[in-house]
């Protein structure tokens, strides 16, 4: 199995940025696709954007052009960089892992808050 730590996350004024960071550690090697997923309240979890062992990436339509997922294969850690958060953007975010066989594992979750 797939163990995640997530840091990062806190309050930012609209506008402003975040980085938040999951790092795997046990069965890396099973890790086909790594992503985050976020969920505000009375919504349902949704993707935010996703990341391939080759490098593809995917993002939800509603933070294309802001976020950027990213990896560092040498430190088996996975970031999403936020950029000009918005206030819809508050949220409880969740990284998320696929393995090859495909099973899930998550992350603890952490809260990001947008507000002035």
């Known amino acids: 199995q797939v163990q995640l730590v997530q840091s990062g996350g806190g309050l930012v004024q609209p506008g402003g940025s975040l980085r938040l960071s999951c790092a795997a550690s046990g069965s890396i090697l099973s890790i086909s696709v790594m992503g985050w997923h976020r969920q505000a309240p009375g919504k349902q979890r949704e993707l935010v954007a996703f990341?391939?062992?080759?490098?593809?990436?995917n993002y939800a339509d509603s933070v294309k052009g802001r976020f950027t997922i990213s990896r560092d294969n040498a430190k088996n850690t996975m970031y999403l960089q936020m950029n000009s958060l918005k206030s819809e953007d508050t949220a409880v975010y969740y990284c998320?892992?696929?393995?090859?066989?495909?099973?899930?594992?998550w992350g603890q979750g952490t809260q990001v808050t947008v507000s002035s």
């Open positions: 998320k892992t696929i393995s090859t066989r495909g099973l899930s594992s």
């Open positions: 990341i391939t062992n080759s490098g593809f990436t």
